[in-house]
């Protein structure tokens, strides 16, 4: 199959060991990121297999009905940059595996980085330091505040653990079904979405961006935190209501952020308010930018691609398709 790799920024996908597995079939590997239709059309008009890093490039029917050759698109995780209902019109099938009970530590590790580096400014003292100043400021301690985590899954859950051993209160607000699993691994959980964020002195965000979960924190909420609060996002920036946390921000509740993902990426745009704003730490969603996470990652795109060649889809979205697949 003629196989195309789009946003492989660092020209990573090659050197991990399951690239092994798409030999031979003729791989594409782009490095840039472009999200033009004309450009991805002219780069993707031979392309039969389209293999996606996360959500990097929003994939929508005015390119697909220009790709006639497509048949697959293989990634993981959630897809909502994929227009689903218009690969199911065009009979191209689309292979992600949701990984449910798989935690990826290489994010929960990057939460917890974040955490750390809001709390003792650390970005801050660092260019300080290197713009020959001292001290800047005083930071704070996490041990014994209280940790909130809101949304329970498979990242939540391993946060929640490092704030234990770091000594914090973990407080859980999620839906029922994950409220109940928090209780049962020794979690308290919050009586009410209001009492939860007025008592968090962390709050870190573990979501997945669907409808329901869309603009999920609002103004309101974060107009309950504490001043001296800190709010972590490394899931979607989406599940804030647009501008809010911008303006809570000036408004000094939460009194910082550390956030890793944004409204639109990449991000290149260094007049972006949340980059201008001395109480947040920024990163450019590196939160699973692993060669350990790639390689699980990876292996299971390049599976999805292997079993589409022998004749068995394996973990498609749009099952519909199977009857008039291309």
Known sequence: ??????????????????????????????????????????????????????????????????????????????????????????????????????????????????????????????????????????????RGKTLGIYGYGRIGAVVAGYGNAFGMQVLVWARDQALAKARADGYATAASKAEFFEQCDVLSLHMRLVPATRGIVTADDLARMKPTAILVNTSRAPLIAPNALVNALHAGRPGMAAVDVFEKEPLRDPGDPLLLMRNVVATPHIGYVTRDEYELQFTDIFDQIVAYAAGTPTNVVNPDVMGKRR
């Open 1 to 142: 199959m003629k196989i195309s790799i789009l946003d492989d920024y660092f020209d990573t996908v090659r050197t991990l060991k399951c690239f092994g597995k798409l030999a031979g079939h003729d791989v594409k590997i782009w490095n840039d990121h472009v999200q033009d239709v004309d450009g991805l059309a002219e780069r993707l008009g031979d392309t039969e297999a389209l293999v996606l890093i996360r959500e990097r490039t929003q994939i929508r029917a005015p390119l697909l009905e220009r790709l006639p050759k497509l048949k697959l698109i293989s990634q993981r995780s959630v897809y909502p940059h994929i227009d689903i209902d218009a690969c199911t019109k065009l009979g191209i099938v689309v292979s992600s595996d949701q990984h449910a009970d798989t935690p990826s530590y290489a994010t929960a590790e990057f939460t917890w980085a974040l955490v750390l580096a809001a709390a003792r400014s650390i970005p801050q003292q660092v260019a300080s330091l290197k713009a020959g100043q001292w001290q800047i400021g005083v930071g704070q301690t996490l």
